[in-house]
C-alpha cells in the first residue's frame, strides 16, 4: 500500500499506471469504521486500484469546536486499510490542498443544500462540494464511492457531477450499523458509555416512524418523533423531516410515484449524530 501526502506525488504514481486502470476512490475523513471499510470493499471489487484519502476537511466545518475534537486514528486507519488491499491513501494537510487560502467555493446544487443539514450547518455543502471537486481532480477516479448515511451529501455531489460534466460514476453504498442498529460514524467514539447504550432510540425512532408513515402524513409523524425526544434526559432533536429522495424537499402529499426516506439530526451533549432510513 502506497500512502501519499503530496498532491505531486500522488499524481506522478497515478500517472505511471498502465492505461485503462480503472480507479476506484473513497474520500473518508479517517477515524475509520466497518462503513467506510464496506465503501473499500465495494471499491475494490468494481475498479482496478483503489485510493483512499483521509483528510478531516476544515471548510466543512461550521463549528470548530467539532473540528477540532474530530477524532483521529491515522495509525490505525492506515493498518485496516493496509488489511483491506487498499492500494493508495492519500493524506495530505491542509495547506497541500488549500494554500494559505482554506476558504470553500460557492457551489449552486439546485436548492438541494438549502434542505436539512444546509439548514442547520452553514457552508458545509460549499466546504464538501469544494473538497470533492478538489479531489476528483488530483485523483481522477472513474468510480467515487459514498455513504447513504450522508444522503443528502450523495444528491449533492451527484448533482455537482452532473452540473460539471464531471467524469466520475457516483456509486451509492447502504448504512452500516453497529449490533443495536446504530448508524456507525467516527463521531460515535465521542458519546460517553450512558450516550451510547442509548443511542440506538435513534434508528428504533426512525424505524417507527417508517411504520407509522404507512398510515399516518408526514406532520403526524413529525409530530410523534419530537414528542418521543421531549422529554428524552440524554438527546436532543434538531430536525426530522420525511423528504423526496431526488429534490429532497419535505414531503406534503404523498404520492405513490415518488421515494420518500426520513431524515433525522440529533445532539448527545456536543455530538451530532445524523442517520435516515427508506420509507
Ligand atoms: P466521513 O469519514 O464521515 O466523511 O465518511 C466518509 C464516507 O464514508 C462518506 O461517504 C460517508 O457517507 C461514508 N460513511 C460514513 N459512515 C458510514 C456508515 N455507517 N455506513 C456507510 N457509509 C458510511
Not at 46 to 57: C, K, L, P, Q
Not at 94 to 100: F, H, M
Not at 228 to 253: R, S, W
Request: net charge neutral.
Amino acid at each position: 500500500m502506497l500512502i501519499f501526502t503530496k498532491i505531486k506525488s500522488l499524481q506522478q504514481e497515478i500517472k505511471s499506471l498502465k492505461d485503462g486502470t480503472t480507479i476506484g476512490f473513497v474520500p473518508t475523513m479517517g477515524a475509520l469504521h466497518e462503513g467506510h471499510l464496506s465503501l473499500v470493499e465495494n471499491a475494490k471489487k468494481e475498479n482496478d486500484i483503489v485510493v483512499v484519502s483521509i483528510f478531516v476537511n476544515p471548510t466543512q466545518f461550521d463549528n470548530t469546536d467539532d473540528l477540532i475534537n474530530y477524532p483521529k486514528t491515522i495509525e490505525k486507519d492506515l493498518s485496516l486499510l493496509k488489511s483491506f488491499n487498499c492500494d493508495i491513501v492519500f493524506t495530505p494537510t491542509p495547506e497541500e490542498i488549500y494554500a494559505d487560502n482554506i476558504k470553500s467555493e460557492s457551489f449552486d446544487f439546485d436548492g438541494l443544500e438549502f434542505q436539512m443539514e444546509g439548514k442547520f450547518r452553514a457552508g458545509h455543502f460549499n466546504g464538501v462540494g469544494t473538497i470533492v471537486e478538489r479531489l476528483f481532480e488530483i485523483v481522477k477516479p472513474h468510480k467515487a464511492y459514498f455513504g447513504e448515511k450522508d444522503f443528502q451529501q450523495i444528491q449533492i455531489i451527484r448533482k455537482m457531477a452532473e452540473k460539471k460534466n464531471l467524469p466520475v460514476q457516483i456509486i451509492s453504498c447502504p448504512i452500516h450499523r453497529e449490533k443495536d442498529g446504530l448508524a456507525m460514524s467516527s463521531r460515535n467514539t465521542r458519546l460517553t458509555e450512558v450516550q451510547r447504550a442509548a443511542a440506538s432510540f435513534i434508528y428504533e425512532t426512525l424505524k417507527k416512524a417508517k411504520i407509522q408513515f404507512g398510515t399516518k402524513n408526514a406532520s403526524d409523524v413529525l409530530k410523534w418523533v419530537e414528542n418521543e425526544f421531549k422529554n428524552h434526559p440524554l438527546f436532543t432533536l434538531e430536525y426530522f423531516e420525511i423528504a423526496d429522495e431526488e429534490t429532497l424537499l419535505p414531503v406534503k402529499t404523498k404520492n405513490p410515484t415518488k421515494k420518500y426516506r426520513a431524515f433525522i439530526a440529533v445532539f448527545a451533549g456536543k455530538v451530532r449524530l445524523i442517520d435516515n432510513i427508506r420509507l
